[in-house]
């Protein structure tokens, strides 16, 4: 099975800052990347899909990037909305695996 | 329009059978590339892939779940189905159906359906 490691646990920023989540793979998945947002209580919403393409309706503040084993997503201009757990998930090989998940919080 | 939507017992006892259903609309499960997918989160933790069924009825399943589980798919009344045998309570978690139009990732998502295995 291919690991997905993801860092950091937990994260807090200011308004305006600008976020980084990261994802490393333990084997090489050719870009077959995705990265989800998680509210309380909702179901996870698709922001990214093959490590940087960004997904309708996602605001252009998200984006990813990466290659191989290692990728991540970045947050630009944090905004209040965006307190949430992401997740990232491999999809280049069955069994398909999630990260463990980043708690994304407002300082 | 697409939208996803699980139903299930919402609870049943240990050993007993889980059956899942995903009733769907807006796409089509005979339709070329797209893919049905369970998966699961217990309360407070991550998610956990448990497995896929795609438009030409190829699946795939979590290992790690050895041979409990069984996905199929009705394309006529637009439902695919997760069965979990034998269960216990660790399978107590919100269950997810969710889309994938091929190599993207799950696009779209049901609400979650809670199941509690419990005595």
Redesign the interface.
């Known amino acids: ?1 291919i690991q997905m490691t993801q860092s950091p646990a937990s994260l807090s920023a200011s308004l305006g800052e600008t976020v980084t989540i990261e994802c490393r793979a333990s084997e090489d998945i050719y870009n ?1 990347l ?1 990265w ?1 947002q998680q509210k309380p209580g909702k ?4 922001l ?3 490590a940087n393409s960004l ?1 309708t309706g996602v605001p252009s503040r998200f984006s990813g990037s990466g290659s191989g084993t290692q990728y991540s997503l970045k947050i630009n201009s944090l905004q209040s909305e965006d307190v949430a757990s992401y ?1 990232c ?1 491999q ?1 280049y090989d ?8 980043t708690k994304l919080e407002i300082k | 329009q697409v939208t996803l939507k699980e139903s299930g017992p919402g609870i049943l006892q240990p050993s007993q059978t889980l059956s899942l259903t995903c009733s769907f609309s807006g796409f089509s499960l005979s339709t070329s590339g797209i893919c049905v997918s369970w998966i699961r989160q217990p309360s407070g933790k991550g998610l956990e892939w448990l497995a896929t069924i795609c438009w030409e009825d190829s699946k795939g399943y979590n290992p790690s779940l050895k041979n409990r589980l069984t996905i199929s798919k009705d394309t006529s009344n637009n439902q695919a189905f997760l069965k979990i045998t034998s269960v216990d309570t660790a399978d107590t978690a919100i269950y997810y159906c969710a889309r994938s139009p091929g190599s993207y990732g799950f696009d779209y998502w049901g609400q979650g359906v809670m199941v509690t295995v419990s005595s």
């Open positions: 099975d077959g995705a989800y179901s996870p919403q698709l990214i899909y093959n997904h997740f998930q999809y069955y069994p398909f695996t999630f990260g463990s998940g």
